[in-house]
C-alpha cells in the first residue's frame, strides 16, 4: 500500500475511533442508571466508549477495505457482490472491527519505517 493511502487509513480509522469513543461512551454514562448498570460513571464512559470506538473505527475499516476489494475485482464478480450486498457489507464490516486493532498497529509501524 502506497503511504498515502496508509496515512489516509490512519486519520480515518482514529478520527471514527475518537468520535465513536466520545458518543458511545457519553451515551452510556448519562443513561447508566437506566440502564441498570451496576458501575459508575467513569469506568462506563471508559467500557462503552472503547467498544463504541472499535464499532465505529471498524466501520469504516470495513468499508475501506471493500472498496479497494471491489475496484480489484472483475464485471462478474462485481454483479455477484451487489446482488448478495447485504451478506458482503455484513462480512466486510466484521472483518474491519477484527482487523482494526492489529491492521493499525501494522500501518503505524510501516508508516514509522517509511515503507
Do not use: D
Not at 451496576?38 to 462503552?48: D, E, K, Q, R
Not at 475496484?71 to 451487489?82: A, D, G, N, S
Amino acid at each position: 500500500m502506497e503511504m498515502e493511502k496508509r496515512k489516509k487509513y490512519a486519520l480515518f480509522t482514529s478520527v471514527f475511533w475518537v468520535v465513536g469513543f466520545l458518543i458511545y461512551g457519553e451515551m452510556a454514562a448519562a443513561n447508566r442508571e437506566l440502564l441498570h448498570i451496576p458501575w459508575n460513571t467513569a469506568t462506563v464512559f471508559l467500557i462503552y466508549g472503547l467498544v463504541g470506538g472499535l464499532l465505529l473505527g471498524g466501520l469504516v475499516s470495513g468499508i475501506l477495505f471493500f472498496t479497494r476489494l471491489f475496484q480489484r475485482q472483475k464485471t462478474v464478480t462485481k454483479i455477484l457482490l451487489c446482488i448478495c450486498f447485504p451478506i458482503t457489507f455484513m462480512l466486510s464490516c466484521l472483518i474491519g472491527i477484527l482487523s482494526l486493532i492489529p491492521y493499525g498497529i501494522y500501518n503505524i509501524i510501516m508508516i514509522k519505517k517509511g515503507v
